[in-house]
T-cell receptor, first 117, second 113 residues
């Protein structure tokens, strides 16, 4: 069954520390898409990154980087030199085909990150 | 480009009433999805509409319904409200389907008393 697991419910770090948020997924499909979203205290979810299953290249965007490893079904997210503004709930999501041949988004439960000054 | 808008932003209703929430997607986006978010439950998928047709549905009772208009705007309705329906209701739009990134509105905070 399709599933996304974010084992870390809450993480607390001190500013400037590096932090990695884990995401493990399960799917039967060979073509699927993975996402990370950020939900700051204001509540509005913000799209961070999209990855398709055929592209295992790691990606870096400023202080953010993503490590996609199909062999371990993981799509981990690292924030380097964390800042207080990074405090948010981060969600990992998987898009694959459901029984009706439509794409459906499966969400992890989120990891709440607190960056303390 | 204007983002996803949701109205109203806040709503207080009493048990047994019904409520309608509205969502206007980003221009050009044809897929609209609705989610319920409660503390500890993460994002629970309600349904997805595409070209005025419901394409996907989550595991919610029939009290939860929705529709999409020809201009892609969408509404969701909850009838016979229960205390447990108190939540943040989020609407997201995307170009075609969930293979594409979704853009979220600010949500409607519903409180049922």
């Amino acid at each position: 069954a399709q599933k996304v697991t974010q084992a870390q419910t809450e993480i607390s770090v001190v500013e400037k520390e590096d932090v990695t948020l884990d995401c493990v997924y399960e799917t039967r499909d060979t073509t699927y898409y993975l996402f990370w979203y950020k939900q700051p205290p204001s509540g509005e979810l913000v799209f961070l990154i999209r990855r398709n299953s055929f592209d295992e290249q790691n990606e870096i965007s400023g202080r953010y980087s993503w490590n996609f490893q199909k062999s371990t079904s993981s799509f981990n997210f690292t924030i380097t030199a964390s800042q207080v503004v990074d405090s948010a709930v981060y969600f990992c999501a998987l898009s694959d085909l459901n029984a009706g041949n439509n794409r459906k988004l499966i969400w992890g439960l989120g990891t709440s990150l607190a960056v303390n000054p | 480009k204007a983002g996803v808008t949701q109205t109203p932003r806040y709503l207080i209703k009493t048990r047994g009433q019904q409520v309608t929430l509205s969502c206007s997607p980003i221009s050009g986006h044809r897929s609209v999805s609705w989610y319920q978010q409660t503390p500890g439950q993460g994002l629970q998928f309600l349904f997805e509409y595409f070209s005025e047709t419901q394409r996907n549905k989550g595991n919610f009772p029939g009290r939860f319904s929705g529709r999409q208009f020809s201009n892609s705007r969408s509404e969701m309705n909850v009838s016979t409200l229960e205390l447990g329906d108190s939540a943040l209701y989020l609407c997201a739009s995307s170009l075609q389907d969930s293979a594409y990134e979704q853009y979220f509105g600010p949500g409607t905070r519903l409180t049922v008393t």
